[in-house]
C-alpha cells in the first residue's frame, strides 16, 4: 500500500511538472450530485427561494438534434426548441441535466457559462479539457451546484452549434431579503423577464463551415423571437429584466427601450453600484441585469436590441407593454422612433463598480498575454486544425487553412489553442508533452498551435490582455470558464497606434497604468479593446483546468484560448464514472 502511496505521488508531481503543492480536490456535497437525497425532484424547481429549506435536485433531459423550427427555419434544437428550456432554480440546488447527442456525425458538450463548478470542475463542458465530447447517440450526465445566485446561461461549446440555436438561460434565484437591490424594483420575474439575444445565420454552420459565405448573421432574435416577445408592466411598478447575449460571434449588442431609462444593478451575475444608463452594451457571453420602472403613460413601448460589430445592421425588437394597452395597434404602428435615435452611446459592464469591495493583498506578478492576428506559416500536411486524438488521423481542415495563409488568425503570444489529445482534466499524463506549451516559454515549441496552458503562482493571477493592433482593428471579447476575473483596467489608445509588448512594459514601469484594485468590475466575460489592454485579477482558489477563451475570435479559424491549470487530482472513483473518448468521430464544426 506505502508503494502504491509513493508512485501516485511521483506521477502526480510529474503530471504538474514537478509541482509539489496539488489542491485535495473536495466537492462540497458531492453526496447529493448523484443520488436524489433530497426526495422532491421536480421538473419545474421555479418556485420563490426562502431561508432554511432544503435545496431541491432538479431533473432536465435534453435531446439536441436538427429540427425545423415554427418560422421554417433549420436550427439545431434542444427538446424541438431554440432557445432551449429556461433553468430557473434556487441557490443551492443541484441541477442535473441529461444531454443527449443526436446531431448526425457531430459531438457535444454543454457549458454552463458563468456557472463556478465549484468542486465539479468535470462537469464545466469544454471537450478534451475537462470531459470527453459526447459522440452521436450517447449521452452524459451533467450534476452540479447552482452555488450563486445570478443571471447564467448555457450553451453548446461548439460555436456553430451554439449559433445553430443550442443556448438557454439558467437563472439562480435566491431569497429576496437577499437581493442587494431589491428595494430598487417590486417585480423580479425570472421567467417572463429575461431576454436571450441571439442571432441567425441564413443556413446552419453545422455541417457547413467550409462555405465561408454563409458565416454572416442575417437576423437576430429576443428569445427565439424577431419582434413579438411581451414584457407585461403594471405602471408605476418597477422590474428586474435580464438581459443575456447569447451570441458566439463577436456581436457586441445595444439594448435600449423606448421613453425608458434603465438603471443597472448587476452584470455577469454579480452586483454592481447601481448605474443609470439610457442603452446599455452587452458583449457575446455577457449578462447584465437592469431595473426598468414603467413611469410612462399607458401604452406599448419597443425595447431594442441592436447589433454591432459581426451583427452590424440587425435589430431584434420586444414589446414592454403596460396593463390595459391594446397593443395590436403597435404591431401595425411600423414606426420605431428608436430608429431615429443617432445617440447609442452606452454603459457597458466594464465601465461598472462591484457593490463591495474587493479584499485587497500583495499585488501579484503580471503576466503578458500578447493577442493580435497573425499570417502563420505552417506545413499544410502536419497539422490538424480541430482536437488531435490518438483515434483520428491528422489532416488539415481547409476553412482554417485558407485563414492562416490569407487573413491570418488571432493567436495569444503567438500560438493557436490545440485542443489537448485527452482529456487534460481526467488524463493529464496522456496529453502528449510536445503538444504542450506554456504561457512565458512559448519559443520552446516551434509548432503555431499547441495546448496553450499556464499555472498560477499564487492565489492571486493578474494577466495583462495587450490587443496590440498590428494585424487587425477588432476588439475581442473573452470569457473566464470557472474561475472570475475582477476586470482592474481598461485602456484603448487614443491615437490608433498598435501597441507592442516593449511600449505596455513601459507604460507599466512609468505607472501609468492606472488599475481600480478597491471595487472593479467581477466578471467571466469581458472585452480587450483593439490597440488597448485589458487587466484582470482572478482568484486561482478553485482546482480545475479552466479556459480563457476568445470564442468569437475563432468561427472560421483556429481556437485563441489559455488553458489555466489550477493543479488538483481528481479522485478515481470520478474518472472511472466518466465515459471514456473511445474512437469517438471527429466533429465537422471548430471547437473553440
Ligand atoms: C385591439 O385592437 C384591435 C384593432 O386595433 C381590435 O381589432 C381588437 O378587438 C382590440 N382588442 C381588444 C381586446 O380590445
Ligand atoms: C486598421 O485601420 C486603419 C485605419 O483605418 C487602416 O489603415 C488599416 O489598414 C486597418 N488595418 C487592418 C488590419 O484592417
Redesign the pocket.
Known amino acids: 500500500m506505502k508503494l502504491l502511496v509513493c508512485c501516485l505521488m511521483i506521477i502526480v508531481n510529474i503530471s504538474n511538472n514537478g509541482k509539489a503543492s496539488i489542491e485535495s480536490f473536495t466537492p462540497t456535497s458531492s453526496g447529493i450530485l448523484f443520488e436524489d437525497t433530497t426526495k422532491n425532484s421536480d421538473q419545474s424547481c421555479h418556485r420563490p427561494c426562502k431561508f432554511n429549506v432544503k435545496p431541491r435536485r432538479c431533473y432536465y433531459s435534453f435531446v439536441i438534434e436538427p429540427t425545423i423550427q415554427e418560422s421554417g427555419r433549420p436550427a439545431i434544437s434542444i427538446n424541438g426548441m431554440s432557445p432551449g428550456p429556461a433553468i430557473n432554480v434556487c441557490v443551492n440546488d443541484v441541477i442535473v441535466v441529461e444531454v443527449k447527442n443526436k446531431i448526425p456525425d457531430q459531438d457535444e458538450t454543454i457549458h454552463w457559462h458563468g456557472v463556478e463548478q465549484r468542486g465539479t470542475p468535470h462537469m464545466d463542458g469544454v471537450p478534451m479539457v475537462t470531459q470527453c465530447p459526447i459522440a452521436y447517440g450517447a449521452t452524459y450526465k451533467y450534476a452540479f451546484i447552482a452555488s450563486s445566485p445570478g443571471t447564467f446561461f448555457y450553451h453548446s461549446d461548439s460555436v456553430s452549434h451554439q449559433s445553430d440555436g443550442v443556448y438557454g438561460s439558467l437563472i439562480v434565484n435566491q431569497p429576496q431579503p437577499l437581493e442587494p437591490h431589491s428595494s430598487l424594483y417590486g417585480y423580479d420575474r425570472s421567467t417572463e423577464n429575461t431576454l436571450l439575444i441571439a442571432a441567425v445565420f441564413p443556413q446552419l454552420l453545422t455541417g457547413n463551415l467550409e462555405d465561408a459565405s454563409g458565416m454572416q448573421p442575417n437576423a437576430m432574435t429576443i428569445n427565439g423571437d424577431e419582434g413579438n416577445f411581451k414584457i407585461f408592466v403594471m405602471q408605476g411598478f418597477a422590474y428586474r429584466l435580464r438581459l443575456i447575449n447569447a451570441i458566439a460571434v463577436e456581436c457586441p449588442v445595444l439594448v435600449r427601450i423606448e421613453r425608458h431609462e434603465m438603471v443597472v444593478i448587476a452584470t455577469d451575475g454579480r452586483s454592481v453600484k447601481p448605474a443609470a444608463a439610457r442603452t446599455v452594451l452587452i458583449y457575446p457571453g455577457e449578462r447584465m441585469d437592469v431595473v426598468v420602472r414603467a413611469s410612462q403613460e399607458t401604452g406599448g413601448y419597443w425595447v431594442r436590441a441592436r447589433g454591432t460589430g459581426v451583427c452590424a445592421g440587425l435589430v431584434a425588437d420586444a414589446m414592454l407593454i403596460y396593463s390595459g394597452f391594446?397593443y395590436?395597434?403597435m404591431l401595425?404602428q411600423g414606426q420605431n422612433e428608436l430608429a431615429q435615435d443617432s445617440d447609442w452611446s452606452a454603459v457597458s459592464g466594464q465601465m461598472l463598480e462591484s457593490l463591495q469591495d474587493v479584499a485587497e493583498g500583495p499585488d501579484p506578478k503580471t503576466v503578458y498575454l500578447g493577442i493580435d492576428k497573425n499570417v502563420v506559416n505552417f506545413k499544410e500536411n502536419d497539422v490538424d486544425f480541430r482536437y488531435i486524438s490518438d483515434a483520428i488521423p491528422k489532416k488539415p481542415f481547409y476553412p482554417a487553412s485558407l485563414a492562416l495563409k490569407e487573413s491570418g488568425v488571432v493567436q495569444i503570444n503567438g500560438k493557436s489553442f490545440l485542443y489537448p489529445n485527452s482529456p487534460m482534466l481526467l488524463y493529464p499524463r496522456d496529453v502528449k508533452a510536445d503538444f504542450t506549451c506554456k504561457v512565458g516559454e512559448e519559443a520552446k515549441n516551434q509548432e503555431p498551435q499547441c495546448v496553450l496552458t499556464m499555472e498560477p503562482e499564487g492565489e492571486m493571477l493578474e494577466l495583462a490582455l495587450v490587443n496590440e493592433g498590428f494585424g487587425s482593428n477588432d476588439s475581442y471579447t473573452f470569457h473566464m470558464h470557472g474561475l472570475s476575473a475582477q476586470i482592474v483596467a481598461t485602456w484603448q489608445s487614443p491615437d490608433g497606434k498598435p501597441i507592442s509588448r516593449e511600449e505596455f512594459e513601459k507604460l507599466m514601469e512609468d505607472q501609468k497604468v492606472v488599475r481600480n484594485i478597491r471595487n472593479p468590475p467581477v466578471k467571466d466575460t469581458f472585452v480587450v479593446p483593439n490597440k488597448g489592454y485589458t487587466i484582470v485579477r482572478i482568484r486561482a482558489d478553485q482546482a480545475g483546468s479552466w479556459l480563457l477563451e476568445c470564442r468569437a475570435c475563432a468561427l472560421s479559424s483556429l481556437p485563441t484560448a489559455v488553458l489555466i491549470n489550477v493543479p488538483q487530482k481528481m479522485p478515481k472513483s470520478i474518472i472511472k464514472s466518466l465515459a471514456k473518448c473511445g474512437n469517438y468521430r471527429p466533429p465537422d464544426v471548430l471547437l473553440n
Open positions: 391594446n395590436t395597434s401595425h
